[in-house]
């Protein structure tokens, strides 16, 4: 019977395998050269040209994660394309609450709250729903537009600003326009 035991550390059959291949590295990789007529140098190379970091002299590097920061939200209205209005975060445009749908029925469009009424899962919190509650099924025609919400429920929800630095309004782009501001001097509701 033959019993074999581990040893610790290296066999020493290995570390004579190592000792003479570091002797001869230089030997061989002319040899590996040789016979891969410079192809083994040249594959050294490209692994390392992979591994290196990229540098940064001429590039614009952008992060794509999530902000670290927790920054305040800086709300605003926003009507999407498909008639939702929603308070927004103006700094990650993150939908912060839906307030409701602009809905279509019959050739007309009504503002629809969000409430356990109208069907919505997520209803709108009292003191909104409170604030605009006289909103809930307003017709939205020429006498009262999408932009028209945008002012209004700004004002109704208390936020101050709706000019954006470059001018523009803080309506985003809706059905009827592209966000640009428009000369609208009709009166609301």
Do not use: W
Not at 73 to 80: A, E, G, L, N
């Amino acid at each position: 019977m033959d019993i074999f035991s581990k040893r610790e550390g290296p066999r020493s059959e290995d570390v004579r395998a190592r000792k003479l291949i570091a002797e001869n590295a230089g030997t061989i990789r002319k040899l590996a050269d040789q016979i891969s007529n410079g192809g083994f140098t040249k594959m050294r190379q490209d692994r390392a040209r992979r591994n290196e970091q990229p540098k940064p002299e001429g590039l614009l590097i952008y992060t794509m994660s999530a902000s670290t920061k927790a920054d305040d939200p800086d709300p605003y209205i926003r009507v999407s394309l498909n008639g939702r209005v929603v308070l927004s975060d103006r700094s990650t445009g993150r939908q912060i609450q839906l307030l409701g749908q602009i809905r279509s029925t019959a050739g007309s469009k009504r503002f629809v709250l969000a409430t356990e009424e109208n069907g919505y899962i997520s209803p709108v919190c009292d003191e909104t729903r409170d604030a605009l509650a006289s909103y809930d099924g307003v017709e939205i025609g020429p006498g009262f537009t999408e932009k028209d919400i945008v002012r209004t429920f700004g004002t109704c929800l208390g936020l101050v600003e709706t000019q954006h630095s470059g001018g523009e309004s803080s309506v985003a782009r809706t059905k009827t326009g592209n966000g640009q501001p428009e000369d609208d001097t009709s009166e609301l509701l």
